[in-house]
T-cell receptor
Framework: AAGVIQSPRHLIKEKRETATLKCYPI?????VYWYQQGPGQDPQFLIS???????DKGSIPDRFSAQQFSDYHSELNMSSLELGDSALYFC???????????????FGQGTRLTVV | DAKTTQPNSMESNEEEPVHLPCDHS???????IHWYRQLPSQGPEYVIH???SNVNNRMASLAIAEDRKSRTLILHRATLRDAAVYYC?????????????FGGGTRLMVKP
């Protein structure tokens, strides 16, 4: 079965550069979530989209932005990168189903971003 | 806000059952409990979820205490592949949105 696809899998950037992470949700899933996971930490929610509109916002820095496109794929844009942005970035998708609370989210394998 | 409490870590022997507890004394009647697990270097993976009744699926069972203030995730026969961090997550209808909030999971170690 198709899973959530994230690209690239690994990315190395220098400080103050920009990075774009891409997420392709499972077909017919209408909700996308982005998470950041630092070394030894739990995944932290950044932002989510439902039907191409931002639905929730978590601890996403102002230097980051994201959007969901008409084909439901999503991109996380990160500017003025800092060393502390080095982390695993996960994307997840779900189908809204019965209001969202009763549905499961499927996570991608993540993008490992290293800022040097 | 309702919160969950899990032990930091647990150990199990391979092929034995594992009971992972999750306390949520302030849960409301419309809160779902979802369990996810995260294997090393992988994205979180859905395990099971429930509202008011015990639930079973191919991966695990979810047992709900009579007072609904705690739930236990049961892995019937632990394998080495089950070694992961297990997160018990409250999905509260009163919280903003449907995102999963990860925190304070249980690191399960499985011994051969």
């Amino acid at each position: 079965a198709a899973g959530v696809i994230q690209s690239p899998r690994h990315l190395i950037k220098e400080k103050r550069e920009t990075a774009t992470l891409k997420c392709y949700p499972i077909p017919r899933h209408d909700t996308v979530y982005w998470y950041q996971q630092g070394p030894g930490q739990d995944p932290q929610f950044l932002i989510s989209f439902y039907e191409k509109m931002q639905s929730d916002k978590g601890s996403i820095p102002d230097r980051f932005s994201a959007q969901q496109f008409s084909d439901y794929h999503s991109e996380l844009n990160m500017s003025s990168l800092e060393l502390g942005d080095s982390a695993l970035y996960f994307c997840a998708s779900s189908s809204s189903g019965t209001g969202g609370l009763n549905t499961e989210a499927f996570f991608g394998q993540g993008t490992r971003l290293t800022v040097v | 806000d309702a919160k969950t409490t899990q032990p930091n870590s647990m150990e199990s022997n391979e092929e034995e059952p594992v009971h992972l507890p999750c306390d949520h004394s302030t849960i409301s009647g419309t809160d779902y409990i979802h369990w996810y697990r995260q294997l090393p270097s992988q994205g979180p993976e859905y395990v099971i979820h429930g509202l008011t009744s015990n639930v079973n699926n191919r991966m695990a069972s979810l047992a709900i205490a009579e007072d609904r203030k705690s739930r236990t995730l049961i892995l019937h026969r632990a394998t080495l592949r089950d070694a992961a961090v297990y997160y018990c997550i409250l999905r509260d209808v009163h919280n903003a949105g449907n995102m999963l909030t990860f925190g304070g999971g249980t690191r399960l170690m499985v011994k051969p």
